[in-house]
Protein backbone atom coordinates (compact mmCIF):
# COMPACT_ATOMS: atom_id res chain seq x y z
CA UNK A 1 0.00 0.00 0.00
CA UNK A 2 2.78 2.46 0.96
CA UNK A 3 6.22 2.66 -0.79
CA UNK A 4 8.93 4.68 1.16
CA UNK A 5 11.31 7.63 -0.67
CA UNK A 6 13.79 9.03 1.14
CA UNK A 7 15.56 12.19 -0.56
CA UNK A 8 17.38 15.21 0.36
CA UNK A 9 16.48 18.49 0.29
CA UNK A 10 18.41 21.89 1.17
CA UNK A 11 17.53 24.03 4.20
CA UNK A 12 17.89 27.73 4.24
CA UNK A 13 21.63 27.29 6.06
CA UNK A 14 22.35 25.68 2.76
CA UNK A 15 22.35 21.96 4.48
CA UNK A 16 21.32 18.26 2.90
CA UNK A 17 18.49 16.97 5.37
CA UNK A 18 17.05 13.38 4.92
CA UNK A 19 13.70 13.47 4.29
CA UNK A 20 10.94 10.31 3.95
CA UNK A 21 8.43 11.09 1.69
CA UNK A 22 5.04 8.45 2.09
CA UNK A 23 3.89 7.73 -1.82
CA UNK A 24 0.55 5.52 -1.54
CA UNK A 25 0.41 3.04 -4.75
CA UNK A 26 -3.47 1.89 -3.82
CA UNK A 27 -6.29 3.45 -2.33
CA UNK A 28 -9.09 0.93 0.22
CA UNK A 29 -13.02 1.70 -0.35
CA UNK A 30 -14.79 1.54 2.42
CA UNK A 31 -17.66 2.25 0.08
CA UNK A 32 -21.10 0.97 2.35
CA UNK A 33 -19.12 -1.64 4.67
CA UNK A 34 -20.61 0.43 7.95
CA UNK A 35 -23.71 -1.25 6.64
CA UNK A 36 -23.07 -4.92 6.01
CA UNK A 37 -27.07 -6.09 6.28
CA UNK A 38 -27.40 -4.25 3.07
CA UNK A 39 -24.44 -4.37 0.99
CA UNK A 40 -26.18 -7.03 -1.07
CA UNK A 41 -29.08 -4.86 -1.44
CA UNK A 42 -26.82 -1.94 -2.97
CA UNK A 43 -25.11 -4.08 -5.12
CA UNK A 44 -28.41 -6.02 -6.78
CA UNK A 45 -29.86 -2.05 -6.66
CA UNK A 46 -26.74 -0.74 -8.43
CA UNK A 47 -26.34 -3.58 -11.04
CA UNK A 48 -30.02 -2.67 -12.07
CA UNK A 49 -29.19 0.90 -12.31
CA UNK A 50 -26.17 0.22 -14.36
CA UNK A 51 -27.98 -2.54 -17.00
CA UNK A 52 -31.27 -0.04 -17.49
CA UNK A 53 -28.58 3.04 -18.02
CA UNK A 54 -26.72 1.40 -20.33
CA UNK A 55 -30.20 0.15 -22.01
CA UNK A 56 -32.26 3.44 -21.91
CA UNK A 57 -29.38 5.03 -23.11
CA UNK A 58 -27.98 3.00 -25.46
CA UNK A 59 -31.48 2.90 -27.13
CA UNK A 60 -31.93 6.72 -27.60
CA UNK A 61 -28.75 6.84 -29.65
CA UNK A 62 -30.24 4.30 -31.86
CA UNK A 63 -32.76 5.56 -32.75
CA UNK A 64 -31.54 9.49 -33.17
CA UNK A 65 -29.05 7.69 -35.21
CA UNK A 66 -31.53 5.74 -37.45
CA UNK A 67 -34.79 8.15 -37.03
CA UNK A 68 -34.33 10.41 -39.90
CA UNK A 69 -37.09 12.64 -37.64
CA UNK A 70 -34.91 12.46 -35.10
CA UNK A 71 -32.01 14.74 -36.86
CA UNK A 72 -33.19 17.79 -34.73
CA UNK A 73 -30.30 19.60 -33.15
CA UNK A 74 -32.96 18.64 -30.09
CA UNK A 75 -32.07 15.26 -30.22
CA UNK A 76 -28.10 15.79 -31.16
CA UNK A 77 -27.81 16.99 -27.78
CA UNK A 78 -30.43 14.19 -26.44
CA UNK A 79 -27.28 11.66 -27.79
CA UNK A 80 -24.45 13.52 -26.51
CA UNK A 81 -26.74 13.46 -23.02
CA UNK A 82 -26.78 9.81 -23.07
CA UNK A 83 -23.61 8.84 -23.91
CA UNK A 84 -22.40 11.17 -20.75
CA UNK A 85 -24.85 9.41 -18.71
CA UNK A 86 -23.29 5.69 -19.89
CA UNK A 87 -19.92 7.66 -19.58
CA UNK A 88 -20.23 8.70 -16.19
CA UNK A 89 -22.28 6.04 -14.95
CA UNK A 90 -19.68 3.41 -16.08
CA UNK A 91 -16.76 5.01 -14.47
CA UNK A 92 -18.46 5.45 -11.01
CA UNK A 93 -20.24 2.50 -10.56
CA UNK A 94 -18.74 -0.23 -12.54
CA UNK A 95 -15.44 -0.42 -10.60
CA UNK A 96 -17.42 -0.68 -7.35
CA UNK A 97 -19.44 -3.80 -9.01
CA UNK A 98 -16.27 -5.56 -9.74
CA UNK A 99 -15.17 -5.15 -6.32
CA UNK A 100 -17.73 -6.04 -4.85
CA UNK A 101 -17.99 -9.48 -7.39
CA UNK A 102 -13.79 -9.88 -6.74
CA UNK A 103 -14.45 -9.09 -2.81
CA UNK A 104 -11.18 -6.79 -2.97
CA UNK A 105 -12.47 -3.18 -2.63
CA UNK A 106 -8.88 -1.58 -3.73
CA UNK A 107 -7.74 0.84 -6.52
CA UNK A 108 -4.41 1.83 -7.82
CA UNK A 109 -2.91 5.32 -7.74
CA UNK A 110 -3.51 5.94 -11.50
CA UNK A 111 -6.57 4.14 -11.48
CA UNK A 112 -8.08 5.96 -8.84
CA UNK A 113 -6.60 9.13 -10.69
CA UNK A 114 -8.50 8.16 -13.72
CA UNK A 115 -11.63 7.51 -12.08
CA UNK A 116 -11.60 10.60 -10.59
CA UNK A 117 -11.14 12.75 -14.36
CA UNK A 118 -13.81 10.85 -16.14
CA UNK A 119 -16.17 11.28 -13.19
CA UNK A 120 -15.41 15.16 -12.96
CA UNK A 121 -15.07 15.45 -16.89
CA UNK A 122 -18.12 14.16 -17.71
CA UNK A 123 -20.54 15.18 -14.41
CA UNK A 124 -18.65 19.10 -15.54
CA UNK A 125 -19.95 17.93 -19.44
CA UNK A 126 -23.37 17.48 -18.77
CA UNK A 127 -23.45 21.03 -16.45
CA UNK A 128 -22.68 23.44 -19.84
CA UNK A 129 -24.92 20.38 -22.18
CA UNK A 130 -27.95 21.25 -19.95
CA UNK A 131 -27.50 24.85 -19.99
CA UNK A 132 -26.98 24.44 -24.00
CA UNK A 133 -30.16 22.06 -24.31
CA UNK A 134 -31.76 25.07 -22.44
CA UNK A 135 -30.76 27.45 -25.11
CA UNK A 136 -31.74 25.24 -27.78
CA UNK A 137 -35.60 25.39 -26.28
CA UNK A 138 -35.62 29.12 -26.19
CA UNK A 139 -34.56 29.59 -29.65
CA UNK A 140 -37.13 26.73 -30.98
CA UNK A 141 -40.16 28.33 -28.94
CA UNK A 142 -39.13 31.97 -28.67
CA UNK A 143 -37.48 32.31 -32.72
CA UNK A 144 -39.20 29.31 -34.31
CA UNK A 145 -38.95 30.80 -38.00
CA UNK A 146 -35.32 31.29 -37.66
CA UNK A 147 -33.93 28.42 -35.56
CA UNK A 148 -33.37 26.04 -38.19
CA UNK A 149 -30.54 29.14 -39.30
CA UNK A 150 -29.63 29.46 -35.65
CA UNK A 151 -29.33 26.45 -34.38
CA UNK A 152 -27.56 24.79 -37.55
CA UNK A 153 -26.03 21.38 -38.07
CA UNK A 154 -22.29 23.39 -38.01
CA UNK A 155 -23.32 25.64 -34.69
CA UNK A 156 -24.75 22.24 -32.98
CA UNK A 157 -21.65 20.52 -33.51
CA UNK A 158 -19.49 23.64 -32.32
CA UNK A 159 -21.67 24.05 -29.03
CA UNK A 160 -21.43 19.73 -28.74
CA UNK A 161 -17.83 20.44 -28.41
CA UNK A 162 -17.55 23.32 -26.18
CA UNK A 163 -19.08 21.72 -24.03
CA UNK A 164 -16.96 18.15 -24.38
CA UNK A 165 -13.83 20.61 -24.00
CA UNK A 166 -15.04 23.16 -21.30
CA UNK A 167 -15.82 19.45 -19.07
CA UNK A 168 -12.64 17.90 -19.89
CA UNK A 169 -10.33 20.66 -19.31
CA UNK A 170 -12.02 21.85 -16.01
CA UNK A 171 -11.77 17.93 -14.66
CA UNK A 172 -8.17 18.19 -15.76
CA UNK A 173 -7.59 21.53 -13.39
CA UNK A 174 -9.52 20.08 -10.80
CA UNK A 175 -7.74 16.56 -10.73
CA UNK A 176 -4.02 17.41 -11.24
CA UNK A 177 -4.77 20.09 -8.15
CA UNK A 178 -5.61 17.18 -5.84
CA UNK A 179 -3.32 15.13 -6.81
CA UNK A 180 -0.01 17.22 -6.50
CA UNK A 181 -1.09 17.40 -2.36
CA UNK A 182 0.83 15.79 0.06
CA UNK A 183 -1.04 12.08 1.56
CA UNK A 184 -0.91 11.36 4.83
CA UNK A 185 0.07 7.99 4.37
CA UNK A 186 -3.90 6.94 5.03
CA UNK A 187 -4.91 5.12 2.16
CA UNK A 188 -8.68 4.61 2.99
CA UNK A 189 -11.17 6.36 1.31
CA UNK A 190 -14.74 6.75 2.92
CA UNK A 191 -16.27 5.97 -0.25
CA UNK A 192 -17.48 3.66 -3.05
CA UNK A 193 -15.84 5.77 -5.49
CA UNK A 194 -12.76 8.20 -6.04
CA UNK A 195 -14.69 10.74 -5.49
CA UNK A 196 -12.85 13.99 -5.16
CA UNK A 197 -14.14 15.63 -1.87
CA UNK A 198 -13.70 12.26 -0.23
CA UNK A 199 -9.67 11.99 -1.82
CA UNK A 200 -9.40 15.52 -0.59
CA UNK A 201 -9.80 14.46 3.26
CA UNK A 202 -6.67 12.38 2.78
CA UNK A 203 -4.53 15.19 2.13
CA UNK A 204 -2.49 16.62 5.26
CA UNK A 205 -1.05 20.15 3.47
CA UNK A 206 -2.95 23.09 3.40
CA UNK A 207 -5.99 22.45 1.04
CA UNK A 208 -7.39 26.65 0.82
CA UNK A 209 -5.50 26.84 -2.67
CA UNK A 210 -7.27 23.25 -3.97
CA UNK A 211 -10.55 24.49 -2.32
CA UNK A 212 -10.93 27.82 -3.60
CA UNK A 213 -9.98 26.32 -7.49
CA UNK A 214 -13.16 23.76 -7.12
CA UNK A 215 -14.99 26.84 -5.57
CA UNK A 216 -14.42 28.82 -8.61
CA UNK A 217 -14.80 25.98 -11.11
CA UNK A 218 -18.23 24.59 -8.92
CA UNK A 219 -19.03 28.41 -9.31
CA UNK A 220 -18.59 28.71 -13.28
CA UNK A 221 -19.80 25.07 -13.70
CA UNK A 222 -23.00 25.20 -11.66
CA UNK A 223 -24.82 28.52 -11.08
CA UNK A 224 -23.38 29.86 -13.80
CA UNK A 225 -25.36 27.92 -16.40
CA UNK A 226 -28.32 27.31 -13.86
CA UNK A 227 -28.72 31.20 -14.20
CA UNK A 228 -28.69 30.67 -18.49
CA UNK A 229 -31.41 28.19 -17.63
CA UNK A 230 -33.75 30.00 -15.70
CA UNK A 231 -33.05 33.20 -17.99
CA UNK A 232 -33.91 30.64 -21.44
CA UNK A 233 -36.96 29.41 -19.65
CA UNK A 234 -38.42 32.58 -18.51
CA UNK A 235 -38.37 33.64 -21.90
CA UNK A 236 -39.93 30.46 -22.89
CA UNK A 237 -42.51 30.91 -20.17
CA UNK A 238 -43.38 34.60 -21.38
CA UNK A 239 -43.91 33.50 -24.84
CA UNK A 240 -45.80 30.41 -23.99
CA UNK A 241 -48.51 32.11 -22.11
CA UNK A 242 -49.11 34.11 -25.31
CA UNK A 243 -49.69 31.21 -27.39
CA UNK A 244 -53.62 31.55 -27.99
CA UNK A 245 -54.00 28.10 -29.07
CA UNK A 246 -54.19 24.95 -26.07
CA UNK A 247 -52.87 22.80 -28.59
CA UNK A 248 -49.93 24.82 -28.87
CA UNK A 249 -49.57 25.40 -25.26
CA UNK A 250 -49.14 22.13 -24.15
CA UNK A 251 -47.14 21.22 -27.18
CA UNK A 252 -44.45 23.68 -25.87
CA UNK A 253 -44.98 22.89 -22.49
CA UNK A 254 -44.48 18.77 -22.87
CA UNK A 255 -41.26 19.77 -24.89
CA UNK A 256 -39.71 21.77 -22.15
CA UNK A 257 -41.27 19.78 -18.83
CA UNK A 258 -38.92 16.57 -19.67
CA UNK A 259 -35.83 18.72 -19.89
CA UNK A 260 -36.61 20.86 -16.64
CA UNK A 261 -36.79 17.23 -14.58
CA UNK A 262 -33.60 16.09 -15.84
CA UNK A 263 -32.14 20.05 -14.67
CA UNK A 264 -34.09 20.03 -11.43
CA UNK A 265 -32.38 16.13 -10.40
CA UNK A 266 -29.38 17.01 -11.85
CA UNK A 267 -28.42 20.23 -10.50
CA UNK A 268 -30.64 19.61 -7.06
CA UNK A 269 -27.69 16.56 -6.40
CA UNK A 270 -24.77 18.41 -7.66
CA UNK A 271 -25.68 21.82 -5.53
CA UNK A 272 -26.06 19.54 -2.64
CA UNK A 273 -22.78 18.08 -3.35
CA UNK A 274 -20.38 21.01 -4.46
CA UNK A 275 -21.60 23.62 -2.54
CA UNK A 276 -23.24 22.77 0.43
CA UNK A 277 -21.73 25.04 3.63
CA UNK A 278 -18.69 23.64 5.05
CA UNK A 279 -20.12 23.09 8.24
CA UNK A 280 -22.76 20.34 7.17
CA UNK A 281 -20.15 17.62 6.54
CA UNK A 282 -21.75 14.00 6.39
CA UNK A 283 -19.81 11.44 4.55
CA UNK A 284 -22.85 9.12 4.69
CA UNK A 285 -24.95 12.02 3.10
CA UNK A 286 -22.53 12.46 0.64
CA UNK A 287 -22.13 8.70 -0.51
CA UNK A 288 -25.77 8.90 -0.87
CA UNK A 289 -26.06 11.69 -2.70
CA UNK A 290 -23.15 10.40 -4.89
CA UNK A 291 -25.28 7.34 -5.31
CA UNK A 292 -28.25 9.48 -6.65
CA UNK A 293 -25.77 11.47 -8.84
CA UNK A 294 -24.02 8.46 -10.26
CA UNK A 295 -26.62 5.85 -10.70
CA UNK A 296 -30.23 6.77 -10.15
CA UNK A 297 -30.55 10.47 -12.23
CA UNK A 298 -28.86 8.99 -15.70
CA UNK A 299 -30.94 5.84 -15.46
CA UNK A 300 -33.94 8.41 -15.25
CA UNK A 301 -32.78 10.67 -17.79
CA UNK A 302 -33.75 8.40 -21.05
CA UNK A 303 -37.19 7.15 -18.88
CA UNK A 304 -38.50 11.16 -18.63
CA UNK A 305 -37.42 11.60 -21.97
CA UNK A 306 -38.93 8.65 -23.72
CA UNK A 307 -42.57 9.62 -21.09
CA UNK A 308 -42.83 13.14 -21.93
CA UNK A 309 -42.25 12.65 -25.63
CA UNK A 310 -44.40 11.24 -28.53
CA UNK A 311 -41.66 11.10 -30.87
CA UNK A 312 -39.46 9.54 -29.27
CA UNK A 313 -41.67 6.70 -27.97
CA UNK A 314 -42.91 6.41 -31.83
CA UNK A 315 -39.37 5.95 -32.57
CA UNK A 316 -38.62 3.38 -29.70
CA UNK A 317 -42.07 1.68 -30.85
CA UNK A 318 -40.38 1.27 -34.81
CA UNK A 319 -36.76 0.29 -33.38
CA UNK A 320 -38.06 -2.56 -31.04
CA UNK A 321 -41.57 -3.82 -32.35
CA UNK A 322 -41.43 -3.10 -36.25
CA UNK A 323 -37.91 -4.04 -37.18
CA UNK A 324 -38.00 -7.29 -35.16
CA UNK A 325 -41.06 -8.52 -37.28
CA UNK A 326 -40.10 -7.43 -40.14
CA UNK A 327 -36.85 -9.30 -39.84
CA UNK A 328 -38.54 -12.05 -38.81
CA UNK A 329 -41.69 -11.98 -42.04
CA UNK A 330 -38.84 -11.09 -44.41
CA UNK A 331 -37.46 -14.91 -44.87
CA UNK A 332 -40.48 -16.85 -44.34
CA UNK A 333 -42.21 -14.97 -47.65
CA UNK A 334 -39.41 -16.50 -49.67
Not at 37 to 55: D, G, P, S
Not at 63 to 75: E, G, N, Q, V
Not at 278 to 302: C, H, R, W
Not at 305 to 328: D, G, Q
Request: glycine content about 4%.
Amino acid sequence: MYTFIHYYRRTRRNKMVKTNVTVISNFIFLGFSYYPKVEIAIFVLCLLMYLITLLGNMILISITILDSRLHTPMYFFLSNLSILDIWYTSSALTPMLVNFVSGKNTISFSGCATQMYFSLAMGSTECVLLSMMAYDRYVAICNPLRYPIIMNKRVCVQIAAGTWVTGCLTALVETMSVLHQSLCGNSIINHFTCEILAVLKLVCSDTSKVQLIMLVISILLLPMPMLLICLSYAFILSNILRIGSVDGRSKAFSTCAAHLTVVILFYGTALSMYLKPSAVDSQEIDKFMAFVYAGLTPMLNPIIYSLRNKEVKAAVKKLLIRHPLRALLIPSSK
